[in-house]
Nanobody, 125 residues
């Protein structure tokens, strides 16, 4: 069973930075693309970043480009999301998700599932 555990969220001032981490288990991590989503109160879940299983290809939503950077460490079964130049509108619960299928690269939200529990990011003025 896939288990994803996010960490690294918190309260930060506008313009600040955070690094989110996601620890994955229960899957052969190195052959699954990974994604990050976020959900603000009253909003639908937004797909914001993805990284190819080999790490060489990334995708970002326009709302976070070029402020956020996704990366992964296949040796540690970890995926990261570096958040820079944070804005008030970045306040949300951030979730990582694994690809639906091994060896699949996708930039659509339906390409990802098996969510973690999320980590709260709150940006203050």
């Amino acid at each position: 069973q896939v288990q994803l555990v996010e960490s690294g969220g918190g309260l930060v001032q506008a313009g600040g930075s955070l690094r989110l981490s996601c620890a994955a288990s229960g899957l052969k991590f190195s052959i699954y693309s990974m994604g990050w989503f976020r959900q603000a109160p009253g909003n639908e879940r937004e797909f914001i970043a993805a990284i190819h299983w080999a790490g060489g290809i990334t995708w970002y939503a326009d709302s976070v480009k070029p402020r956020f950077t996704i990366s992964r460490d296949n040796a540690k079964n970890m995926v990261y999301l570096q958040l820079n130049s944070l804005k008030l509108e970045d306040t949300a619960v951030y979730y990582c998700a694994s690809g639906q299928r091994a060896f699949q690269w996708g930039i659509g939200p339906r390409d990802y599932g098996s969510w973690g529990q999320g980590t709260q990011v709150t940006v203050s003025s």
